[in-house]
């Protein structure tokens, strides 16, 4: 619903001549803490905790990976059997010490995107195996798939691609990408 949403306020906008909103959001799942903080002088209702400041760098992410949105491994492991899910990354966020992995919700209006699904698969497969220009080459094959949803993450991922060839990668390489910027 919120993607829909996000494409009909797209639409308000360009009618008024004005820029298509640009929009992403971080979601994860976790413990945190929720109330009200502060002192009598200055306070306010809030939401603290790891799995927020995680949230809000995923939502940071989105742009660079193209999506509307990032979804948290813990929830995607909750909510997998509700939405299609692409996985998109194993990624260390700035700031954090360890990687996990990502994905995004697409929206499917009754098309069966399994066998995309599949393809996509297979190129991470690919790129976990350091067979960069095949991944390369499966990410071009896959631009227009997914009804356009992924071009801009495919475009990105070709980048990505050409960008790990050039690294020098060790044997316990294991697909992990660290981010160093938020």
């Known amino acids: 619903e919120m993607l829909d949403a996000v494409d009909e306020y797209t639409k308000l906008m360009e009618a008024q001549g004005l820029p298509p909103a640009a929009m992403g959001w971080g979601c994860n799942s976790g413990i ?57 990354d194993n990624l260390q966020p700035k700031g954090k010490t360890v990687a996990d992995f990502i994905y995004t919700a697409l929206r499917t209006r009754g098309v069966d995107y399994s066998k995309d699904k599949v393809q996509h698969e297979l190129m991470h497969a690919l790129y976990k195996q350091k067979k960069f220009d095949e991944a390369a080459a499966m990410c ?18 070709i980048e990505r691609c050409d960008f790990m060839a050039q690294q020098d990668l060790g044997d316990n390489w294991n697909g992990e990408f660290i981010a160093h910027e938020k």
């Open 32 to 88: 945190g803490f929720i109330g009200e903080m502060g002192s009598t002088e200055r306070h306010s209702y809030d939401i603290l905790g790891d799995m927020v400041s995680t949230a809000a760098r995923l939502e940071a992410r989105c742009k660079a990976y193209g999506v509307l949105c990032i979804v948290g491994a813990e929830t995607y492991n909750r909510t997998k059997d509700d939405f299609f899910y692409l996985m998109l």
């Open 140 to 157: 071009k094959k896959l631009i227009g798939n997914f009804g356009g949803q992924m071009d801009k993450y495919y475009k990105m991922w």
